[in-house]
């Protein structure tokens, strides 16, 4: 790949010049002004600077420098966007102007990439080049579920905003539910190995050093589960008794009860409790999928009004609480866009958050309602890799570029890309990496095209820091696999289905036979990527963890395969209890191993709560086939 071809994100404009700079034994690096503002990505440059080989020195004067040396500027006034740089190099040394600090980290981490092909010698030198570059969108996000089930510890997270914050993302969420630990509501988060408020600070702290707004997001309506099903909180619930949400969906509480004054009081307390942790002045609120809203205790009042206006209602009484804190209200959009007549009643300062997880999501549709009443909005696609183990790589991409190319074109102000831990999070966290690096791409510069970026070598110089180019073509096919079975399943995997809905019959409108033959083909695949992992050579500390998630990865999709083949190999295909005995103990052996791999490697990157959680998806599949079911 040409050097500046791999830069990423791909800047907005690049002239290159003949010839290239060479490094001197010693290089220096001049804070030309703002020194306070400018010192502390000094410092960053000059240590990965350093760790690619190099002498580096910092100085705030210009006297008995000599050429080639770096220049940190900052300049206000410079023609450039907000968070935007200049970068110049030519024969007499670097030059990084950024409109603002945010604009200087960019550049900076445009030139270390530069300066990382020099030092591994596939040119003489970095390459003469002047880059002008800034942000299509000012606020580029991505959120982590930590709520369902992985709560990942605190170097997890430091490592992470590392990486994110190299690729030009300036904003991370953690979706929370139940995994802060409020005070006076033990009963809650007890065993989830929650946040602590000390956590939060210091990772507030480590994002703000590295132009990363850590903003909260505790859900407020919807998804409150882990609250309502104990008491006191269950009389809070729409459903206390809980309801079918859809077939086959536990019988619990999963709404708040918008009519009754004891949830507000409830979110009163948990905001005054979590908020002020964070330096951000924006909370998310969540409020999205409020299935069982008006099928319990507000069910008279929203037959006489209608379910979307009082869902409009509560919103409303909610962001009087986020008002009252100083705070602007973030909220997801979908349910609102059921009756888009009434999103001009929504409070104008709100920003609605239009998501949708699916190649062909309506976003353009979507974000029109907000945009046509000028309330502010974000697109929000997702990584694709929950519900899937290995990934959905063709979606993920189609999802994440649709989001970028509407948003920019309906005046979107930011762009959240989200990872999901559904059905047990199983999907170990370098297999986001993939969706993670895409949405780096396009929410920097829109009008990237996926298909015509080389996203296994990306991955390879950018995620996985693989010199023999092996991992990412092996995530890139991984995530693959999903499409051979031809079976549609949104949001998901029909191998990972096969896995967590294994009690349920195969689908009707397949062909037996078309499956198994997909089922083969998929096992064969699953073969040829896991042979490819141990040729990788990556330089990350966490080399070997990578290699033993991405073989367990691909080890538990083949089980899946497996486990449908023996059921469809059967004349008629039949449940887990009518497979043979013999093949069913072998299956069991296999699953036993694969659930004890799952929990090992879960504790690597995760704190220990929700491990038993999650493991208990693939457990009663166990007790399944073992028959104790």
Known sequence: MDTLEALFPKPQRVERRDGVMACPDVLMIYLENEVPLIHPIAERLQRRLTDLGLDVVLTATDAALEPPYITLRLDPDDAVYIQGYRLIVNGNGILVTGADPAGLFYGMTTLVQLCAVATRGQEPGIPRVRIVDWPDFPNRGVMLDVSRDKVPTMET????VDRLADWKINQLQLYMEHTFAYRGHEVVWQGASPF????????????????????????????MTRWLIHEPYNALAECPEGCELWPGHPLEPFSLCPTDPGALALL???????????????????LDETFDLGKGRSSELCEAEGTERVYLDFLKKVHALVAERGHTMQFWGDIILHEPQLVPEIPEDAIAMEWGYEADHPFDEHCRHFAEVGLSFYVCPGTSSW??????????????????????????????NTDWGDNGHMQPLPVSYLGFLAGAAVSWNAAVRM????????LDLYAFEDVAGVMGKVAYDLGNVYQIPDVKTPNASPLFLLLIHSERS??????AEILADGLREARQALSEIKVRIPDARMIRVDADWIRDEFVWAVDLLDFAARLGLARLEQDPPVPIAGLPDEVRASLVADLTGLIERHREIWLRRNRPGGLDDSAARLERLLRLLEGSV
């Open 268 to 286: 009163r307390d948990l905001y005054d409790q979590l908020l002020p942790h964070f330096s951000s002045p924006i909370v998310n609120v969540g």
């Open 506 to 511: 195969m689908p009707e409108d397949v062909d």
């Open 387 to 416: 519900n899937t183990i290995g990934g959905r790589t063709e979606n993920a991409l189609g999802n994440i570029e649709s989001a970028a190319v509407s948003g920019k074109a309906s005046g979107a102000i930011g762009v959240l």
């Open 157 to 160: 997270l430091y490592a992470l």
């Open 451 to 458: 298909e015509e970026v080389d996203v296994p070598a990306l």
């Open 196 to 223: 602590t408020g000390e956590d939060i600070m210091a990772l507030d702290a480590y994002c703000r050093e590295r132009f990363v707004e850590l903003v909260p997001n505790q859900n407020s309506f919807g998804h």
